[in-house]
């Protein structure tokens, strides 16, 4: 089996070789090689890939599956202290993320609370999942215009759910006290902004489900809007 593997692996080094000469093979390894290093020392393991110019912060807060990886630009944070000069606010965060996860690049999540994301989730690039704002924007106590934004209190008690078998597309935003249903589709560009159920797809902003699955007819069905 082992033998196999490595039949395997010099067989693709010698196309590379063929196709994009040395220059460019060497470079492609080396980066593979930082991403390991840089992955192995920021998590401890072997079995994750992270791009090595990920912007990682919390770990300790972090639970992650088995093959998880992310390209470049990665910006994945749980926050358990903002704040300063007694206005310090203190959290728990528990970011959770399944096993066989991918992320594309520029992918942004941000986490006070709770954030989860599911087994087999593929992500596209440029993506913002987030499960607080800073400050509030409704009620009766809003924040002020004359704060400046990075002074407001971050927002806490919502969460983001992310089931099994999602696909989101490039450059959407998923925002607090959602839940993606299992094997739903998000389109790109879209604005998450309530619950996608189970088996849909959504696209737009806010979303909006467009098709789900029909089990009986194993077809994407379309969904009528009155």
């Known amino acids: 089996m082992q033998q196999g593997k490595w039949a ?3 067989v693709l080094l010698k ?24 992955s192995r020392c920021i998590f401890g393991r072997g079995d994750i890939n992270v791009h090595h110019d990920a912007n990682i912060s919390g770990v300790e807060y972090m639970q992650i599956g ?24 203190h959290f728990t965060p528990h970011l959770i993320i399944g096993d066989n996860v991918s992320l594309s690049e520029y992918v942004h999540i941000g986490c006070v609370n709770r954030i989860e994301i599911g087994n087999n989730v593929l992500m596209g690039s440029k993506i913002y999942i987030t499960d607080h704002n800073h400050g ?9 215009p004359d ?7 971050l927002t806490t008690g919502e969460s983001v759910i992310i089931e099994d078998n999602v696909w989101i597309g490039e ?22 902004t309530h619950d996608i159920p189970p088996q849909s797809i959504a696209v737009g902003s806010p979303a909006r489900v467009v098709k789900q699955w029909d089990e009986e007819k194993q077809v994407w069905a379309p969904v009528s809007h009155h």
């Open 171 to 192: 450059f959407c935003t998923v925002l607090p006290g959602v839940t993606i249903g299992y094997g739903s589709i998000i389109g790109s560009h879209t604005t998450v």
């Open 15 to 38: 196309e590379r070789l063929q196709q994009q000469g040395m220059f460019y093979t060497l470079s492609f390894y080396w980066q593979r090689i930082r991403n390991m290093l840089f």
């Open 136 to 144: 509030v924007y409704r009620g009766i106590h809003p924040d002020s």
């Open 147 to 153: 704060v400046p934004p990075a002074k407001r209190p």
């Open 66 to 89: 088995q093959h998880f990886s992310a390209g470049r630009g990665l910006w994945m944070q749980t926050i358990a202290s903002y704040g300063e000069g007694g206005h310090e606010q």
């Open 8 to 10: 395997h692996r010099s």
